[in-house]
C-alpha cells in the first residue's frame, strides 16, 4: 500500500462545553474516511472538539510525525476558518495534506493562498476522490480535485455525482467517543446522539437554500437509500437519540411510513429527530406511526409570518397554510422547532419582530431565527444586488443601509428575548417531560447551568431561583 497509516482529522477546536454542535458525530468525515478502509494499513479519526490531548499543536503534531504518512481534514462551516488554517500551517513538509469538506469547496484559491502546506483540496462528495488519491493515481486523472504545479492552482473536472445507495455507510467504530450534550463540563442528559443520512438531496426550490447544492453548483436530486438498508444502519447505532440528517426525511411519504413500520416491528427503541416539511400534517396516518416509532423532535423550517416574503423565498405555502397545518400538528405529542428568517430582502424591523408572535401562535415548542444569508449559487443573489441599498459581503451576508450588520443583530436579540421568556423556558421543558425525553433529574441538570449559558432576564430569573422553585412545583408530581 501507498501510506500505511491516515489521519481523519475534524479540526475544529470549540468547546463541547459551550457549543451545541458537540452533540452531533463528524459524520460526512466518517463517510469519507470509511472509504478508505482497505487503501491504508491503519485510519485514525481525531475530533479536536473531544480531543483534550490533541488540542495542544504540540502534542497532535508529536503524534503526526510519529505516525502519520497522509492527513485528510474536513473544512464545512466559516467558523474558526482562520484558526484552522493556522493549524493546517503548522502540519510537516513531508506528508501529504488533503483537504476537503464543504467551505473548502467553496474556497478553493481561498484556501489554497491561507494554507501553503495544503497539497490537494478534494471539491464536492468525497468518498469516491479519496479512494484514488490513496491509490496513488497521477494527480491529473483524479475527478473532482485542485491541485498546484509552480504556485498554479489547477482545477480537474468535476466528479459526477455517486449513486446513494452505492456508498457505504460510515464505520462508527472509528469514533473515540460517544456525543452527548454536555454543557460547561456538565453532562446535561444520558442520551447519547448519533446522525443517519437516510437519502441525500432535495426536490424542492427554495430560493434562499443551497443544501441541495454542492458549492460546485451541481443540484443533487433526491435520491434516497433503500429502507432495508435504513434499517440495517439504524440497528447497529448503539446511540438512543438518532437524528436523520435528510433536509425532508418525509420527502417519500410512502417510504417515511414503510421505515416506521419496520422501526415498530422490529420493536428498535430509539429516540428520532427529523427534518420537515409543515406539509406532513396532510398525512395523520404517518404522524401517528411516528409517534409509535419514537420520533419526539421535528425541525420545520417555517421562514416568515409574512405571505410576501414566503413568495420571495419560495417557499410553496402561505401563513394561512401554517395555520392550519399546525391546528392538526399539535395534536400529536411531538415537539416542534421551528426555524425562521429575519432581514429579507424590503423587510421591515416591525416585520423582523413579528417573528416571536407568529410562533407562539401556531404553537410552536421553540426558534432558532438566522439573518438572510446569499450563498454563492443562491437564486437570491441576483435580487440583492439590484436592489437598491442592498449589500452581500465577501461571506454571504446580506445587509442594508437601512439595517445593517449591529442593527440586524440588536433586533435578533429582541426576537430571542420576546420568544424565550422564563414561561416558555418552563413550557419547553415541562413539555419534554411529558415525552419523557428527558427526567427530572436531567432537567434539573440542565438548569444548573443555565445561567452562564443565557443572558438578560432569563438568567436573572434563575439566579434568584425562581426558575428552579417553579420547576420542583410543575414536576414534582412526575417523580
Given amino acids: 500500500m501507498k501510506y500505511k497509516h491516515a489521519l481523519f482529522l475534524n479540526p475544529y477546536i470549540e468547546s463541547t462545553a459551550t457549543s451545541i454542535m458537540g452533540l452531533f458525530p463528524p459524520t460526512g468525515l466518517e463517510y469519507v474516511a470509511t472509504g478508505a478502509k482497505g487503501l491504508v494499513d491503519k485510519i485514525t479519526l481525531l475530533d479536536l472538539r473531544y480531543e483534550r490531548d490533541f488540542c495542544d499543536p504540540d502534542k497532535l503534531l508529536d503524534f503526526i510525525r510519529k505516525e502519520i504518512d497522509i492527513i485528510c481534514v474536513s473544512i464545512g462551516w466559516d467558523r474558526q476558518f482562520k484558526e484552522i488554517c493556522g493549524l493546517l500551517n503548522l502540519m510537516p513538509d513531508n506528508i501529504p495534506l488533503v483537504v476537503g469538506g464543504y467551505k473548502a469547496t467553496e474556497q478553493v484559491e481561498e484556501l489554497f493562498r491561507a494554507c501553503s502546506k495544503i497539497n490537494i483540496i478534494v471539491r464536492g462528495e468525497g468518498e469516491e476522490t479519496i479512494k484514488e488519491v490513496l491509490k496513488g493515481l497521477p494527480l491529473e486523472n483524479i475527478l473532482g480535485i485542485s491541485y498546484k504545479i509552480d504556485n498554479k492552482v489547477i482545477h480537474n473536472k468535476n466528479r459526477p455525482l455517486q449513486e446513494v445507495d452505492a456508498i457505504a455507510t460510515p464505520d462508527r467504530n472509528l469514533r473515540r467517543y460517544k456525543y452527548r450534550l454536555i454543557l460547561n463540563g456538565i453532562n446535561v442528559t444520558n442520551s447519547t446522539f448519533d446522525t443517519v443520512l437516510s437519502a441525500r438531496g432535495c426536490p424542492f426550490n427554495c430560493k434562499f437554500c443551497t443544501f441541495s447544492l454542492n458549492p460546485l453548483g451541481q443540484k443533487r436530486q433526491y435520491a434516497a437509500r433503500s429502507v432495508e438498508s435504513v434499517i440495517k444502519e439504524i440497528e447497529q447505532i448503539t446511540a438512543n437519540t438518532v437524528l436523520f440528517s435528510d433536509d425532508n426525511f418525509f420527502t417519500n411519504i410512502k417510504r417515511a411510513e414503510e421505515i416506521c413500520d419496520l422501526i415498530i416491528a422490529r420493536k428498535i427503541k430509539k429516540r428520532f429527530i427529523a427534518q420537515a416539511r409543515i406539509e406532513i400534517a396532510r ?197
Fill in 283 to 479: 398525512y395523520p396516518n404517518l404522524l401517528s406511526k411516528m409517534v409509535q416509532a419514537g420520533f419526539k423532535i421535528l425541525l420545520m423550517g417555517i421562514e416568515s409570518p409574512h405571505d410576501r416574503i414566503l413568495t420571495e423565498l419560495n417557499k410553496g405555502f402561505d401563513t394561512d397554510t401554517i395555520r392550519k397545518c399546525f391546528e392538526v400538528l399539535k395534536k400529536y405529542p411531538i415537539y416542534y422547532h421551528g426555524y425562521f428568517i429575519y432581514g429579507n430582502i424590503g423587510e421591515t424591523e416591525e416585520e423582523m419582530l413579528c417573528i416571536s408572535k407568529f410562533a407562539k401562535e401556531i404553537s410552536l415548542d421553540s426558534i432558532t431565527f438566522q439573518k438572510l444569508r446569499i450563498e454563492k449559487f443562491s437564486p437570491l443573489r441576483k435580487i440583492a444586488e439590484e436592489t437598491p441599498g442592498y449589500h452581500v459581503t465577501d461571506r454571504g451576508e446580506l445587509y442594508s443601509d437601512t439595517y445593517s450588520h449591529a442593527a440586524l443583530k440588536k433586533i435578533g436579540r429582541k426576537i430571542k428575548f420576546s420568544f424565550y421568556t422564563p414561561t416558555a423556558l418552563l413550557r419547553i421543558l415541562k413539555k419534554f417531560m411529558a415525552m419523557r425525553f428527558f427526567s427530572l433529574s436531567e432537567v434539573m441538570s440542565f438548569i444548573s447551568v443555565i445561567p452562564r449559558l443565557l443572558k438578560g432576564v432569563i438568567a436573572r430569573e434563575i439566579e434568584k431561583n425562581r426558575l428552579k422553585d417553579s420547576l420542583k412545583r410543575i414536576f414534582i408530581k412526575n417523580t
